[in-house]
């Protein structure tokens, strides 16, 4: 990946060496236009993050993982099909505001994240990732959460809920739920591989859609949530615990 013109490797270790430059200059130094970013975290293969691009040719859009074996599917597919507003980044999420500047990002989405049952800070949904993404998103800006965790769904949900943040919209059970525009249908319509195989196991896709304010304290929900009774890749759950905060 090292030759394609769309991909930034830093992980912790580069980083640490040579500063990111472009940080605050992403439109006029790579995309070349004043359009909104979008960033997927924990993008995997990168199929969704391209399939965006493509539905909104208006809107930049960056995928970020640290696994580079993956993100090179996506990468190369944007390269094979001209898409201009797409951009990979290859770092550990821990550190994304060393990335982005202040108001530089309008949404984020995290589709299928490792729900993380076992450490809250990892939990792309916690306030240790909720403060670095106020270093960089707009005012309000939009965070998705997509996911077959009900664990996920429902910390998210009440993190949500403690923090007083704006619910958009939210429902566990994405492609049987009203109240979806057109447009909302269309984007949430891309699956990527993983979610296809989910689905054909009988299980619910969940969606969350809320604000996230660049004021106000942040605090962690103590309640206890239910467990995931099984783990995603076909493989059983490690714990023998029932329930997490």
Request: net charge negative.
């Amino acid at each position: 990946m090292e030759t394609f013109p769309n991909v930034f490797q830093y992980p912790f270790s580069v980083i640490e060496e040579k500063p990111f430059d472009m940080k605050g200059q992403w439109n006029e130094r790579y995309f070349h236009n004043g359009n909104p970013i979008v960033l997927e975290l924990g993008c995997g293969k990168g199929e969704y993050t391209v399939e965006l691009a493509r539905l909104f040719p208006d809107v930049n859009f960056i995928g970020v993982d640290i696994k580079g074996a993956r993100m090179w599917t996506g990468a190369k597919k944007a390269l094979e099909d001209n898409l201009s507003n797409v951009a990979f980044l290859r770092t550990n999420i821990e550190i994304i505001d060393r990335f982005f500047a202040a108001n530089e990002v309008s949404e984020i989405w995290l589709t299928f994240s490792d729900p993380q049952m076992k450490n809250p800070r990892k939990r792309l949904t916690s306030t240790y990732f909720l403060q670095r993404y106020r270093r960089f998103l707009v005012d309000g800006g939009i965070i998705h959460v997509k996911t077959d965790s009900n664990f996920l769904y429902t910390y998210t949900s009440l993190m949500v809920k403690k923090n007083g943040l704006p619910l958009l919209f939210a429902t566990d059970d994405l492609y049987y739920a009203d109240g979806l525009d057109d447009n909302t249908r269309k984007i949430l319509s891309i699956q990527t591989y993983y979610e296809a195989m989910w689905m054909e196991r009988g299980l619910n896709i969940k969606y969350l859609k809320f604000q996230l304010p660049q004021e106000g304290l942040l605090v962690e929900t103590d309640e206890e949530i239910p467990l995931d009774d099984y783990r995603s890749y076909h493989r059983p759950k490690r714990s023998s615990l029932d329930t997490a905060k």
